[in-house]
């Protein structure tokens, strides 16, 4: 037991001694590195040759490493100097990127003032509309109508067909004829989706697309008129509330150059069904045409069968003619179309002012990110026409017809016209 003691106490002295010489060699040599090639590594060659400038080699650098050194210094010093000119191009270059971005800001900020402009302009226009009308219907001015009096509630459905419903977006518009109602119509058509496009399959998204021909196909819009069928006995009540709460929307247009158009359109050039129903009758009453009309428009017209203007007037002012039948919605007054008095509208355009007051409604009825109103006709009746349409009309007819026409003329502010009345 004491040899193996004694061996035990030997190893265990020669360990130490062992030990003290490792640590003595390695105090001598200065440490070793158990990475001598790292620095030489290309990846973090800038990062390395920084961190050496800055901290400086170790004691025992060896004089190989003492001559590569200057490699790594050289590098150095070229890339901190060389980027100097690109530098300076970069700042102008973002100096005039900030310059254009502030010039884009200012003009959107001009932009963004004329809108609000032209809005509060058309505002305080739509007051003066409004206002007029309710003054006139309230009696404040001396104007007097049939039906001026009257409540919602007596208006027959017969006489609700114009006003037009969009129950998806809540607006109600009352259409009336040569006031741009082709358009108006195909605006209501694609806000309802009311019509399929033979091409996609979906429903139209652009009124330009839309058929004019087809828009006034009654089917497709929902009037009050066809509340009784649907709704029955709620129909009047439902009517009440949309009209309280919908968006109600209204074009008018200069009572007398309204009529022109018409007759324009309709008389003008040939169309059957207008020539049987109403311009073989004004030829016939008016005419002093002797033996059988051509039984079609356009055998009408290739034989010089037509009513002129000053029939077509005479056959407005002319007592017997609504004891047959109420007049066409094409010459039918806006009043008795519309029923303004009845229905307060909240937005009154006017085609005189058609594309502005298109991109006002739109707005209004937040609709102008669906939709464009499509481009006018470019032939259009002018206000300049009246004199000459009206030169071989009788003063006394002309005068006539302005009573029949007033109550146009004064609830939605147009001028009496002087040059056509004297």
Known sequence: MGIWRGLRVAFVLGSLFMILLIIVYWDDVGGFNL??????KPQSFHTDCRSQATTGPSRSTSTSRAHTRPSFIVPTTASST????????????????????????????????KDKGRTA???????????????????????????RTRAFEQIPNRELDHLIVDDTHQIIYCYVPKVACTNWKRVMVVLSQSLISPSSGKPYTDPEAVPPDLVHNSSLHLTFAKFWRHYGSLSRHLMALKLQH???????????????????????????????????????RYGNVSGSLPETAAEAFAAGVKPTFQQFITYLLDPETEKESIFNEHWRQVYRLCHPCQVKYDFIGQLETLETDAEHLLKLLQVDHLLRFPSGARNRTATSWEKDWFTQIPITMRRELYKLYKPDFELFGYPKPDSVLH
Do not use: W
């Open 121 to 147: 302009v058309d505002d305080r226009e739509q007051e003066v509309r409004k206002n007029r009308i309710t003054d006139i219907c309230s009696g404040k001015e001396a104007v007097e109508f049939p039906g």
């Open 35 to 40: 990475y001598p090639l790292r620095e030489h």
């Open 82 to 113: 060389t980027p100097a000119v690109p530098e300076e191009t970069g700042g102008e270059a973002e100096e005039e990127e900030r310059d254009k971005q502030d010039k884009r800001k200012e003009e959107t900020r001009q932009d963004a003032e």
């Open 246 to 284: 919908y968006t109600k929307f209204l074009f008018v247009r200069d009572p007398f150059v309204r009529l022109i158009s018409a007759f324009r359109n309709k008389f003008g050039r040939p169309n059957e069904d207008f020539y049987r129903q109403f311009g073989s009758v004004m030829v016939r």
